[in-house]
Nanobody, 115 residues
Framework: QVQLVESGGGLVQAGGSLRLSCVAS????????MGWYRQAPGKQRELVAT???????NYADSVKGRFTISRDNAKNTVYLQMNSLKPEDTAVYYC?????????WGQGTQVTVSS
């Protein structure tokens, strides 16, 4: 069983920055993909960014150039640095961990960007 705990959400003005963190614990296979998804009210959950243990990344087009994902494999932690935030980035952000085909999710952290 895997547990994911996110932190770092909050309220920020448009153009500001936030940094999200997620710590994974439990039965974690050393080769995995960690990442971030988000869900705005009335919308489906969507990919934000993912990163493999080896360092390969994948970003949603809407955040490229503004968000940066990173991870510390020794600490089983993934980060999301969010710059130049826009009101449309407002959502609940969920940390994810994929091991082969099994997905685990955090409880989510709210990010609100005011205009």
């Amino acid at each position: 069983q895997v547990q994911l705990v996110e932190s770092g959400g909050g309220l920020v003005q448009a153009g500001g920055s936030l940094r999200l963190s997620c710590v994974a614990s439990g039965n974690i296979f050393r080769i995995n993909t960690m990442g971030w998804y988000r869900q705005a009210p009335g919308k489906q959950r969507e990919l934000v960014a993912t990163m493999t243990t080896g360092g390969s990344t994948n970003y949603a087009d809407s955040v490229k150039g503004r968000f940066t994902i990173s991870r510390d494999n020794a600490k089983n932690t993934v980060y999301l640095q969010m710059n130049s935030l826009k009101p449309e980035d407002t959502a609940v952000y969920y940390c994810s961990l994929r091991i082969i085909s099994s997905d685990s999710w955090g409880q989510g952290t709210q990010v609100t960007v005011s205009s």
